[in-house]
């Protein structure tokens, strides 16, 4: 039921105006053997959208740069709507978050040992 009630569109954001559209059969048909990863973390995206968990669901399954390495958004410039392709370098130690500095700073334990401690790619000072 949740899946034919997302998959009728009322209202297109990008030309703010009706829109009708219907892909309720579409998303109720997906069985066990036709959900793959893919499928959940782009259902995860629409039904989650801003609220800030897609970094996680990307991190924790390693997909991240696979994903979002290459994205297009609507202009860098304001009022442009012109779609640009931009392009990062998503490096394997950015999957994790830097152990912040006053944390290291407060243990008892030398320079060497303090950088062991920190997450690959990040400087200790």
């Not at 912040?100 to 243990?107: I, R, S």
């Amino acid at each position: 039921m949740l899946r034919q009630r997302a998959g009728k569109w009322t209202y297109k954001q990008s030309e703010r105006a009706a829109y009708v559209a219907d892909f309720s059969s579409d998303l109720a048909a997906a069985t066990p053997a036709t959900i793959t990863l893919d499928y959940i973390l782009d259902e995860r995206m629409r039904e989650f959208y801003g609220e800030g968990f897609r970094w996680f669901d990307l991190a924790r399954t390693q997909t991240w740069a696979q994903r979002a390495g290459t994205y297009t958004i609507s202009g860098s410039s304001w009022g442009s709507h012109k779609p640009e392709k931009f392009t990062r370098t998503i490096e394997p130690y950015m999957y994790l978050f830097p152990i912040p500095q006053g944390q290291l700073d407060g243990m008892e334990m030398t320079a060497e040992e303090k950088a062991a401690y920190q997450n690959p790619g990040y400087p200790t000072e």
